[in-house]
T-cell receptor
Framework: DAGVIQSPRHEVTEMGQEVTLRCKPI?????LFWYRQTMMRGLELLIY????????DSGMPEDRFSAKMPNASFSTLKIQPSEPRDSAVYFC????????????FGPGTRLTVT | GENVEQHPSTLSVQEGDSAVIKCTYS??????FPWYKQELGKGPQLIID?????GEKKDQRIAVTLNKTAKHFSLHITETQPEDSAVYFC????????????FGPGTRLSVLP
């Protein structure tokens, strides 16, 4: 299996622009997670889905952030408008509820907002 | 909500020595405790986990212990090797499905040859 795939790997954008991060989970996994990692706040869960339905979005920082999962093989995290404080590494992870709790992380997207 | 603390924040050991990282959690309802290893430029990877009905688990050079009464758990790495150098994160699950993790702040382990 190719593992969790994220794109782009690096994104540099200007403040105020819209940013869309993409994730393809491992085939057969029914949970998908979006995390943000910064030096100051560590690894934070933003939102997670089960069978394409958002279960807990309490970690989404504000209305500028939105996430969708239109099907079992694709999810997006959108920031609009972006701000410099959104600069971080964003990870997508997936897991199988039947196979246990292990979450498999993607390589991450490093976002820089100038 | 759940709060996970982790110590030390950095740890340097000589190759072949043992390393111990400790975590405490606040929510007594937490029931699943994974440990993740993150190498530079990569996503975290699960190395070992333990559930609340088990006190200790071992996998080759890695072991985890859990004390539910005291609400703390520890990672033990024996016979450390340079490739063990990485950032290690502990986590605690806070929902019944074991999917909603709260991560500790991480420990940067350096194994000196």
């Amino acid at each position: 299996d190719a593992g969790v795939i994220q794109s782009p790997r690096h994104e540099v954008t200007e403040m105020g622009q819209e940013v869309t991060l993409r994730c393809k989970p491992i085939s057969g996994h029914d949970y998908l997670f979006w995390y943000r990692q910064t030096m100051m706040r560590g690894l934070e869960l933003l939102i997670y889905f089960n069978n394409n339905v958002p279960i807990d979005d309490s970690g989404m920082p504000e209305d500028r952030f939105s996430a969708k999962m239109p099907n079992a093989s694709f999810s997006t995290l959108k920031i609009q408008p972006s701000e410099p404080r959104d600069s971080a590494v964003y990870f997508c992870a997936s897991s199988s509820g039947l196979a246990g709790y292990e979450q498999y992380f993607g390589p991450g997207t490093r976002l820089t907002v100038t | 909500g759940e709060n996970v603390e982790q110590h030390p924040s950095t740890l340097s050991v000589q190759e072949g020595d043992s390393a111990v990282i400790k975590c405490t959690y606040s929510d007594s309802a937490s029931n699943y405790f994974p440990w993740y290893k993150q190498e530079l430029g990569k996503g975290p990877q699960l190395i070992i986990d333990i559930r609340s009905n088990v006190g200790e688990k071992k996998d080759q050079r890695i072991a985890v212990t859990l004390n539910k009464t005291a609400k703390h758990f520890s990672l033990h790495i024996t016979e450390t090797q340079p490739e063990d150098s990485a950032v290690y994160f502990c986590a605690a699950s806070i929902d019944n499905y074991g999917q909603n993790f709260v991560f500790g702040p991480g420990t940067r382990l350096s194994v000196l040859p």
